[in-house]
């Protein structure tokens, strides 16, 4: 078996458990943008004390969607690599 990205096993990936995987990503990440939303108001009448914190949690949450993305685009390719392998 082939073996990439966070795969640390040979073991196959069953496209269904792959494919929830891919839902239970898209919904964290939904959910991401959401905070991501909420604190990005935040910063529109920020209190001066917060407005460091507020950016660091800006930036700390930008890079888990960034990273959830990347991810993401790796399970659909894999989900793309298993429906060709079952053709």
């Known amino acids: 078996y082939k073996v990439t990205g966070v795969q640390t096993c040979a073991l196959p990936i069953s496209y269904e458990k792959l494919l929830n995987y891919k839902n239970e990503l898209e919904n964290i990440n939904k ?11 935040k ?6 004390e917060n407005l460091e914190t507020l950016n660091e949690e800006i930036s700390v949450l ?23 392998n079952e053709n």
């Open 31 to 41: 959910y991401n943008l959401e905070i991501l939303y909420d604190l990005e108001n």
């Open 62 to 84: 930008k890079r888990v969607i960034d990273d959830n993305k990347r991810e993401l685009e790796n399970i659909v390719q894999k989900l793309s690599e298993l429906k060709d």
């Open 43 to 48: 910063l529109k009448n920020p209190n001066i």
